[in-house]
């Protein structure tokens, strides 16, 4: 096996990678916004990954119903929006918040996630739960392996709802803050938390539930498109928000905080105004090799995909790049193959890398008429991968 097809196995396990976690490496930045109520923060940039600001951000807390984005999230992916879900007896009358549902009930699962994210219903949490997952026990197993997936090294579920249960259901602010922005990356997930007025059924009644969001924010903070309140005794008050604002999207977590609707909005404030993004390379621009490559006369390095970046002005200094390739001859006969990557550190940290591919300026090779059908079938498959999956 030559250089080259090992270089596009390797390309295949990260993107596979970049789906299931998204993109981007955790990379804290210096500084902090104004002061904060919160016990615990975090404010993270969705498309990247990069967490921003971090407040106590690796401390196990409680996190009450901010827990809900992790059921809707499971059950997003696992589930059918139009399946009919009957309302299991252990979810009637559970504690707290509710949507009043009745034993028996059938509701699609679409409008038990309304009922969940919007008025936090925790009648609506363990009939999803005993839906997708067959038993609450079931679903918080699933919950679990989904937070590993994530990679949230400090969180534990041990419900769908987030009520205190014992001290074993924990998570932290940078978790917290790692699942808002993988769960803000579905369309479904996007659509639920941003409604601010959602109308559903309910069986055996003369008119629907109407449901009003809880998330203030979606009505006090420009741009304002999520996610999720919460509230327990030992908890005190939790937030999950995002906003978006010309294209870019942030979002944070605020654990015990009395200020809760302040903090975040400082947050954002403060990440939108110190963050810009940065365009590190465009797609299709000239990649030049950093170490000695023989290159035949026209061809060429070409980014497959755009890279952006969060980047303090500060930052731009210790930005640097570093072009690994798979081979140290490019042929004409190359052209269109993946032959390495453009990867980006900020100091020592990797935040990110693009594959590139062979661009060739005359075509002095072999026409595509005449190459075999497999070569065919190849070129397309990576440029659609490429610019599909790796668009930043």
């Given at each position: 096996m030559n250089v080259r097809k090992q270089l596009s196995g390797v390309l295949v396990v990260f993107l596979l990678i970049q789906l299931l976690i998204g993109p981007g490496v955790e990379a804290k930045?210096?500084?902090?916004?104004?002061?904060?109520?919160?016990?615990?923060?975090?404010?993270?940039?969705?498309?990247?990954?990069?967490?921003?600001y971090s407040k106590n951000g690796t401390k196990k807390m409680r996190i009450a119903s901010l827990t809900k984005t992790m059921t809707a999230i499971v059950a997003i992916e696992m589930g059918k929006l139009d399946a009919e879900v009957t309302v299991p007896p252990e979810a009637v009358g559970v504690e707290g918040s509710s949507i009043y549902l009745k034993r028996s009930e059938k509701l699609t699962l679409e409008e038990l996630l309304y009922g969940l994210m919007l008025r936090s219903g925790n009648d609506a949490a363990?009939?999803?739960?005993?839906?997708?997952?067959?038993?609450v026990p079931g679903f918080t197993y699933l919950m679990n392996e989904k937070a590993a997936l994530i990679g949230m090294e400090h969180t534990n579920f041990t419900n769908p709802h987030g009520l205190d249960d014992s001290n074993m259901h924990y998570s932290t602010a940078e978790d917290m803050a790692k699942l808002s922005a993988y769960a803000l990356h579905n369309p479904t997930f996007r659509k639920i938390v941003s409604t601010k007025v959602k109308d559903i059924s309910w069986e055996g009644e003369e008119w629907d539930r109407r449901l009003l969001n809880k998330n203030k924010m979606l009505h006090?903070?420009?741009?304002?498109?999520?996610?999720?309140?919460?509230?327990?005794?030992?908890?005190?008050?939790?937030?999950?928000?995002?906003?978006?604002?010309?294209?870019?999207?942030?979002?944070?977590?605020?654990?015990?905080?009395?200020?809760d609707w302040n903090d975040s909005a400082k947050l954002m404030d403060w990440g939108f105004s110190n963050f810009p993004l940065k365009k590190l390379v465009s797609l299709g621009e000239n990649v030049q090799p950093q170490t000695p490559i023989t290159m035949e006369a026209g061809t060429h390095l070409v980014a497959m995909n755009a890279f952006q970046y969060p980047l303090q002005s500060s930052e731009e200094a210790v930005m640097r790049t570093k072009v690994v390739m798979g081979e140290s001859n490019v042929t004409a006969k190359m052209d269109g193959q993946l032959i390495g990557?453009?990867?980006?550190?900020?100091?020592?940290?990797?935040?990110?890398?693009?594959?590139?591919?062979?661009?060739?300026?005359?075509?002095?090779?072999?026409?595509?008429?005449?190459?075999?059908?497999?070569?065919?079938?190849?070129?397309?498959?990576?440029?659609?991968?490429?610019?599909?999956?790796?668009?930043?």
């Open positions: 930045a210096a500084g902090s916004p104004p002061g904060l109520s919160a016990e615990g923060a975090a404010l993270i940039d969705v498309t990247s990954g990069r967490i921003l363990v009939t999803i739960a005993t839906h997708i997952g067959g038993s006090l903070y420009n741009g304002a498109d999520g996610v999720k309140t919460g509230y327990t005794k030992l908890a005190k008050r939790c937030l999950a928000s995002s906003a978006t604002r010309d294209g870019r999207q942030l979002a944070t977590i605020t654990l015990n905080a009395s200020d990557f453009l990867q980006f550190y900020l100091k020592d940290d990797m935040i990110g890398q693009v594959p590139l591919k062979v661009d060739v300026t005359e075509q002095t090779w072999t026409s595509p008429q005449a190459q075999s059908g497999s070569q065919i079938f190849w070129h397309k498959l990576w440029d659609l991968m490429a610019g599909g999956l790796w668009s930043a």
